[in-house]
């Protein structure tokens, strides 16, 4: 099933794949039909959504943040995008990661539960 959600500038198209995965596509023109996407396990977008929520109610952020959790490593450099890298069992780097802006970030948090 794919979702749709649109900003003045900008598209994101949100699809749960059978395998597990969430691809994610990201047209930074509406006009303009390339895009960028990312296909990212269940468990990576849940624990996004839980660092990216709490990251939203701070007021004050040294740059570059760095959090690990269950499924990934999260690093921001600067506020505008997020560096994710997935994490085994026991806990080193299963893979080279995704690098996704703020604006997809804001809408897999704000509609994590229809996805």
Known sequence: MKREYSGSDYRVEIERMKNGYIEIRYFEDVKNPSYLAWRLPEEVIDD???????????????????RKTTFCEITMFTKESVLLRELDALGRYRMSGWHLPNVVMDIISERHGEL
């Not at 996004?48 to 760095?66: E, G």
């Open 48 to 66: 996004i959504v839980t660092f990216w929520k709490s990251y939203k109610i701070k007021k004050t952020i040294c740059f570059p943040l760095i």
